[in-house]
Nanobody, 122 residues
Framework: VQLQASGGGLVQAGGSLRLSCAAS????????VAWFRQAPGKEREFVGV??????YYDEFVKGRFTISRDNAKNTVNLQMNSLKPEDTAVYYC??????????????????WGQGTQVTVSS
């Protein structure tokens, strides 16, 4: 399966963006799909994941970001509200079949989109 992330851009602090991860050459059926982000000079960090119909988020986005799965469109979306300058990063979607204890680890995902830049100005 190939992934394509889109929807990034420049937004002011407090604004919103909606990222989308589209699958081609297959579907998301049976896959856990996660969002990670990577700021310059930093490691890729976990943002959130949808696994077996449940969503999990890292503490720094909980209450602001929401992951949803659209099976009809074969996409997984990341709605980001109340954005902060520290949310600035390249956002990646990944798909795989990690066990529960590994779903926050980037190496647990075998398929990645190319990333989409999110820049939040203060």
């Amino acid at each position: 399966v190939q992934l394509q992330a889109s929807g990034g851009g420049l937004v002011q602090a407090g604004g919103s963006l909606r990222l989308s991860c589209a699958a081609s050459g297959g579907t998301f059926s049976g896959y856990t799909v996660a969002w990670f982000r990577q700021a310059p000079g930093k490691e890729r960090e976990f943002v959130g994941v949808v696994k077996n119909g449940r969503t999990y988020y890292d503490e720094f986005v909980k209450g602001r970001f929401t992951i949803s799965r659209d099976n009809a469109k074969n996409t997984v979306n990341l709605q980001m509200n109340s954005l902060k300058p520290e949310d600035t990063a390249v956002y990646y979607c990944g798909a795989g079949r990690p066990i529960l204890s590994s779903m926050r680890t980037a190496s647990a995902y075998g398929y990645w989109g190319q990333g989409t830049q999110v820049t939040v100005s203060s």
